[in-house]
């Protein structure tokens, strides 16, 4: 893709570099994209999460122009887009599969977009823009190399490679690292937050990886049945959780049900079944209705002595940094402890069919909906 078409407005870093103004796409019943309103800044990383089916894919392929909206408007720079394809926007999209053509090498697949332009670059101008692309990406010398002959990460770079060499001012990656094995898809993740850095080009992301999006993110849009429920930084979005929905998909979280007894302040007072409990107001909640207690399982203490719930230890896995348990308390159920291994060294692990005793701070839990 290209750019020599895509009208120009005056550009400012303060102004958005695209942006969805009510933007839905229907297919026949299907609401893929229902009403998405959002700006995306320049230079800024910007993430859509959530499962299948919620539309973050549709809102990608709008923004990119392989869809137009079926109602509201898409901008980039200030200028409706609705009608303009692909080739002619500032906008370049890296594949889950990579759609590399195999029978190319390295330096062709690269070059592809270039070459299509017109008038046609010089040969000369298009292996400067390989080499150069290449250093970019770790993968010098790599030009005359088959892509079958390439690991799955370094096809993954070529991919990146290949949409980078148009110097687009948008840079769209769509699960690009779903195929990787998780040490290199960590190593991946780091590569493209430090390659953002150093261009200064805007990504946008989807993935239903929570910690992909989290890890690499300015900003995560949360979405749902097609429209975006929150939008925030990675920490806000998992300290401050708006929904139920939200903070059960981004992180772990334990829910405790009950009934919003009081309220003062920012606090509220919940009656659980083993008692009254407190916590932050992440909603407004009317006292009398049926709410949440959310508890991140690694703000929750586990003692051999003391707490206010006790438990029984049903299962633990060791995950390397901590460990993480499934308790039981009998009135609230089954929830997970994240334990470090810091305190484990000085309280000692717990083994399965333990007792033991789980407590949390009211500040360490979230009154929510439940929705």
């Known amino acids: 893709m290209h750019s020599t078409a895509y009208p120009q407005a005056p550009a400012s870093d303060q102004n958005p570099i695209a942006e969805f103004r009510a933007a839905s796409k229907h297919y026949g019943e299907v609401v893929a994209a229902d009403a998405i309103s959002l700006s995306i800044m320049p230079g800024e990383f910007l993430s859509f999460l959530g499962p299948s089916g919620c539309g973050k894919t549709t809102a990608l392929r709008m923004l990119a122009g392989f869809e137009a909206p079926t109602s509201g408007e898409m901008l980039l720079d200030g200028v409706r887009v609705n009608d303009l394809p692909p080739h002619k926007r500032p906008v370049n999209m890296v594949f889950q599969h990579y759609a590399l053509f195999p029978h190319m090498n390295v330096a062709d697949n690269i070059s592809y977009g270039l070459r299509q332009q017109r008038p046609k670059p010089a040969a000369a101008f ?29 096809q993954q770079r070529v991919a990146l490679a290949r949409a980078l060499i148009n110097q687009p001012k948008i840079l769209l990656l769509d699960e690009p690292m779903a195929a990787l094995d998780r040490k290199l898809r960590r190593e991946m993740q780091i590569e493209l937050q430090s390659l953002q850095r150093a261009l200064g080009i805007t990504f946008v992301l989807v993935t ?20 975006i429920v929150q939008i925030g930084a990675p920490r806000d979005l998992y300290d401050a959780p708006n929904s139920r929905y939200v903070a059960d998909f981004v992180g772990k979280s334990n829910f405790f049900e ?14 659980l079944p083993t008692g009254p409990g407190r916590g932050r107001l992440g909603q407004d909640v009317a006292v009398g209705r049926k709410v949440s207690l959310s508890v991140r399982p690694e703000q929750i203490y586990l003692s051999p002595t003391g707490g206010a719930f006790a438990v029984q230890v049903r299962n633990r896995i060791f995950l390397g940094e901590h460990t993480e348990y499934l308790v039981n308390n009998p009135s ?37 909906n439940n929705d």
């Open 126 to 154: 298009v292996a400067q823009k390989v080499a150069e692309t290449l250093e970019r990406v770790r993968l010098p010398g790599f030009d005359t190399r088959r892509i079958w002959e390439m690991s799955g990460g370094q």
């Open 208 to 227: 239903h990886d929570q910690e992909e999006a989290l890890s690499m993110s300015d900003r995560i849009c949360i979405m749902r049945a097609g429209r």
């Open 258 to 271: 009950g009934t919003l007894s009081s309220v003062s302040g920012l606090m509220g007072a919940v009656d």
């Open 332 to 368: 609230l159920g089954d929830f997970l402890v994240l334990v470090s291994r810091q305190t484990e060294a000085t309280l000692g692990a717990f083994d399965p069919g333990q007792d033991a005793f789980a407590d949390w701070t009211p500040e360490a839990a979230l009154i929510l």
